[in-house]
Nanobody, 125 residues
Framework: HVQLVESGGGSVQDGGSLRLSCAAS????????MAWFRQAPGKEREGVAS???????TYADSVKGRLTISRDNANHTLYLQMDSLTPDDTATYYC????????????????????WGQGTQVTVS
């Protein structure tokens, strides 16, 4: 089955930066939309950024201009560069993909994405 493994989380001060990575395996990676969601304690999981197979990116309004999603198809890896972090960005960040190849990326709806990583914690203080 498809495996998505996130890494790069940690603790950072307000205004700091982190870079998350997601290694994908057992998936024909390049045709798939890939995305990052996050979930803060007591809150619902929300979409953060997505990138389609033709590199079209979409961002949640709350992260525009601060977070940048990218992908390396040769190495089956997804990235999330996170700059100007604030305590509101504290959450568990999940790498995800739809269960099938789609034209573009689905909207930021949890049920539209079927493959999930285990998550990586980001704490900003």
């Amino acid at each position: 089955h498809v495996q998505l493994v996130e890494s790069g989380g940690g603790s950072v001060q307000d205004g700091g930066s982190l870079r998350l990575s997601c290694a994908a395996s057992r998936i024909t990676y390049s045709p798939y939309c890939m995305a990052w969601f996050r979930q803060a304690p007591g809150k619902e999981r929300e979409g953060v950024a997505s990138i389609s197979s033709n590199l079209r990116t979409t961002y949640a309004d709350s992260v525009k201009g601060r977070l940048t999603i990218s992908r390396d198809n040769a190495n089956h890896t997804l990235y999330l560069q996170m700059d100007s972090l604030t305590p509101d960005d504290t959450a568990t960040y999940y790498c995800t993909a739809p269960r099938s190849v789609t034209y573009g990326c689905p909207p930021f709806i949890v049920s539209s994405y079927g493959y999930w990583g285990q998550g990586t914690q980001v704490t900003v203080s």
